[in-house]
């Protein structure tokens, strides 16, 4: 029977210590008694302690040959750990990482995973040149040996693999494996890489897939009951993401409210837990209230919650005021508990995220899986600014992985977004075209459907007739501009803010396509007057509209009983960026003009300042609502309006739950039960019987 502590547990802590041999760190104090105090503070229920890290030494008598033990270190460490959380009821998650291991790298330079021109590949940050080591050398046997050791000798809860992935290596080994899986020489120049990126992705991918199901295999037939997960789960490809039991990510999308809401969307049923590092610097500490605000954002979107923070000394003492601050978040987060249990997100608008059209336009690929990772795709930037689209117009979200999709799980969405959903193969197209058909909103951006999933351009979107367009050329020549075209309103319809005085810009390229019969043109191109290059150009900043080009920018079909919109342009992408104005106030203009109504939604004159999660169970709506002052002032707060709820059905019961109970009155308006929330300076839970 696999342990379950995973599913129940929601405030995990990781000591983040990353430590090379004496003299530099010593560990020549650990104490157990003063962890576990550590640990008694911070309220924590599971425990990431770490069993290899990426300077390669262990932290118990590893019999692997080769292997190295932390020398500041008496006894076995990790016994001591592992005993201490069984007593205590604590989750023990062992932590090994496999692709950095600095010490395995320097004493085994044949394990080093190779640059093209036979140097090492080497993590090159501010603080940390971590070296790389490779998973189809010796290298492999050697990190599994130590895993079987560590599942055999301490029976951890869950094994949580960090730095995990294939990165892009030239030694032998990989270079003979993948020229006879493809027949052809790895390519080497960034040009030659991009050329064939689909096949060497896949071959990366199928390296990781390939090296988690023999550790898979291996650990569990010492322990079944073992869980495991990888760092990073929710953007790998999902094929991967089904061989976890659990999933954890760090936050790589905006903040931990976004990353939060991507990780479960990607991870239903799999009890996904965000661990983020933002909130907590050791020895130049956030205030408590940043502290709560960043962990806060994590429970709110339905993730468990985890930190991780430097607060080991080097000589194995800690840092008490860490344990104190979490211990303060962690005693609010409990109190809160009982509401993020046994609930499912509201559903109004789906998201859809594509793990076909990650590789697709990217403009290099990254050695460094991990950096592979963390420098995220057209398509991801696309997704992220989808997301806070939805955020800022107050209605519920939800991402909608490709492999998921079907007829059944789109009906109960209004409103469907594809942002730069490169590849749209022909089965995701008849159910978006079902969908539409039936009654269904949906918006396209840009390119979305014009690309196979080995990135060739196709001359028409996939998707072309449910969003009445034709044949399209991408245009790039105004990218030095900034801004390629400016958008004209046709005067068919009103639009709010910068649409209605004036021509707001677009980023650097557009798409020209033509508007069929069928549908309409809400929106045209101004092209910008030059084009930018070293003899053309007109003042200090991007060139002014020039000559009406007359191509559609925002196009309007009805399809059958719904409607589909097309940009003609990024603008997803355009949304997840500072620096454009009006996404939003267009973005509620189609709302507006498809009267589209969720279940329910925060009304509020301040939608940057307040985030708001929507989620229901069987008899009730359960709203979270987490002030962002605290986030952008360093720890200041004061009270801010709630706003007010508007429901689609008249309720019961509306009450405040936290972070003190009180009935709140309501009132019914236009067909819709309306609530005035309080003012609040931290955060609050509203509950709405139905």
Request: hydrophobic share 35%.
């Amino acid at each position: 029977m696999m342990s379950k502590k995973y599913t129940a547990t929601r405030r995990c802590y990781l000591i983040d210590h990353h430590s090379p041999q004496p003299p530099d760190v010593t560990l020549n104090h650990l104490d157990i008694k003063e962890y576990e105090a550590f640990f008694e503070t911070a309220g924590i229920d599971s425990l990431m302690v770490y069993c290899k890290d990426h300077w390669g030494v262990t932290y118990y008598p590893s019999e692997v040959p080769g292997a190295q033990k932390h020398l500041g270190v008496k006894g076995d460490w990790i016994k001591e750990i592992s005993t201490l959380l069984r007593e205590k009821g604590i989750e023990f998650v062992a932590y090994y990482c496999i692709e950095y291991d600095e010490g395995a790298a320097r004493r085994f330079p044949e394990w080093q995973v190779k640059k093209a021109d036979g140097s090492a590949l080497i993590r090159d940050d501010e603080f940390a040149k971590w070296t790389l080591c490779c998973c189809q050398t010796g290298y492999r046997e050697y990190c599994l040996k130590q895993l079987e050791e560590i599942v055999r000798n301490y029976a951890p809860d869950s094994l949580f693999l960090d730095i995990f992935g294939a990165s892009l290596c030239y030694c032998n080994h990989c270079r003979t494996k993948f020229a006879s899986l493809y027949h052809y020489p790895l390519p080497e120049t960034q040009e030659e890489i991009l050329e064939h990126k689909t096949d060497i992705v896949e071959f990366l991918n199928q390296n990781a897939m390939s090296f988690l199901a023999e550790l898979k295999q291996r650990v569990k037939a010492i322990d079944p009951s073992l869980a495991i997960t990888i760092n990073f789960s929710c953007h790998y490809p999902q094929e991967l993401r089904d061989m976890l039991d659990y999933q954890f990510s760090e936050p790589l999308l905006k903040d931990n409210w976004f990353s939060s809401a991507y990780a479960r969307d990607t991870a239903v049923g799999q009890y996904p837990i965000l661990a983020p590092g933002e909130a907590s610097q050791v020895y130049n500490y956030s205030s408590v209230n940043e502290y709560i605000c960043d962990l806060s954002s994590i429970a709110a979107q339905g993730c468990r919650v985890g930190m991780y923070s430097g607060s080991q000394h080097i000589d194995g003492t800690l840092d008490f005021e860490e344990a104190r601050r979490l211990g303060a978040v962690y005693t609010e987060l409990k109190k809160m508990e009982p509401y993020f249990n046994g609930r499912t997100p509201v559903k109004c608008a789906g998201i859809v995220q594509s793990d076909l059209s990650m590789a697709v336009n990217i403009p290099s690929l990254d050695a460094d899986a991990i950096l592979r990772m963390k420098h995220h795709n057209p398509h991801q930037n696309a997704v992220l600014g989808a997301m806070q689209l939805c955020e800022r117009a107050k209605i519920p979200y939800v991402v909608l992985p490709e492999r998921t999709l079907d007829k059944a799980l789109l009906e109960q969405f209004d409103l469907l977004l594809l942002p730069e959903v490169f590849v749209i193969e022909k089965e995701t197209a008849e159910l978006l075209a079902d969908y539409t058909e039936n009654g269904g909103t949906l918006i396209s951006s840009g390119q979305s459907g014009l690309w196979t999933a080995d990135s060739r351009k196709l001359p028409a979107s996939t998707i072309a007739r449910i969003t009445g367009t034709g044949e399209c050329t991408i245009h790039t020549e105004y990218a030095a501009n900034r801004w390629a075209a400016y958008l004209k309103n046709t005067g068919t319809e009103d639009f709010s803010g910068l649409l209605s005085c004036t021509t707001p810009p677009v980023s650097e390229h557009f798409i020209e396509t033509v508007t069929e019969k069928n549908a309409e043109t809400l929106l045209t191109f101004i092209l910008p007057c030059v084009v930018c290059d070293s003899r053309h150009w007109v003042n200090w900043w991007s060139p002014p509209p020039g000559a009406d080009s007359v191509f559609p920018a925002l196009i309007r079909k009805t399809v059958g009983k719904g409607s589909a919109y097309y940009m003609a342009f990024d603008f997803f992408t355009m949304a997840s960026l500072d620096s454009f104005q009006y996404p939003h106030e267009l973005f509620s203009d189609l709302l507006k003009h498809e009267k589209i109504t969720p279940a329910v939604r925060n009304i509020t004159e301040t939608p940057d300042v307040i985030r708001t999660a929507y989620f229901e169970t069987e008899d009730s709506y359960i709203i979270h609502q987490i002030s962002m002052v605290p986030k952008r002032f360093h720890g200041d707060a004061f009270p801010v309006s709630g706003g007010t709820l508007e429901l689609d059905r008249t309720i019961s019961q509306a009450e405040l739950v936290y972070p003190e109970c009180a009935t709140l009155e309501q009132h019914m308006e236009n067909n819709k039960t309306v609530i005035s929330l309080p003012a609040f300076s931290l955060q609050q839970i509203i509950v709405c019987k139905k």
